[in-house]
């Protein structure tokens, strides 16, 4: 029964930590940079969010399994890395934007799925639609943009809320691009390291 339960601890425990680790990234060298030329959206978007790219891959290889894990790991990185000028939003606004955070890449694939395009991974195909994903991860960036501005609707300016919509969408399409780039080149690598191994 152990390696049963053991197993999806494990997942949870990998996907928090690897958005942990993409969050940390974004708010100790991107986010400095942001402040200076956008101070009034860095509060509440990143023109390039890593952990957006975590949140697609972990849900096409987990599906819905990834909601719980993203929403964890995105708690634990509000809790280490959230700027204090935001600490003022009640708990309940903070559980809101977890959740629509955590579920909009799920939602993103049922949808695709909905009408015959299933772009989940499974091990009969084996199959990472590299090109489709960054569609998917884009109706999630736009669902997810949607969805922090109206949980955050009273704290922004309500002149900012375009460009804060367009900051959440541009920044997780971007930091999606990035996280895909950078594991396949990983890939590239494991696969050259391989060939050489067996020299």
Known sequence: MLPH???????????????????GIVAMIF???????????????S????PHGVRILSTMYFGWKAVLPLTVG???????FTPDRVSYLPDFLVLA????GATCPFVSF??????????YFTPRSQATH??????????????????????????IDPSAFIRVAATY???????LIVMMLLLMLFFRWVRIAQKASQK
Not at 136 to 154: C, E, K, T, W, Y
């Open 74 to 80: 995105s708690w634990a990185s509000g809790l280490i």
């Open 169 to 175: 969408a541009v920044g997780d399409t971007i930091g």
């Open 31 to 45: 986010t400095p940079i942001q402040t200076i030329f956008l101070p009034e959206i860095t509060a509440y978007a």
């Open 130 to 155: 590299w090109k489709q994903l960054i569609v998917v991860g884009l109706l999630a960036s736009v669902l997810n943009s949607l969805g922090q501005v109206v949980v955050h609707s009273d704290y």
């Open 110 to 119: 049922e949808f695709f799925k909905l009408f015959g395009k299933n772009y």
């Open 47 to 50: 023109l390039m969010f890593l």
């Open 5 to 23: 339960m053991l197993n999806p601890f494990v997942n949870l425990c990998v996907i928090a930590l690897a958005f942990v680790a993409a969050y």
């Open 97 to 100: 934007s977890l959740f629509v």
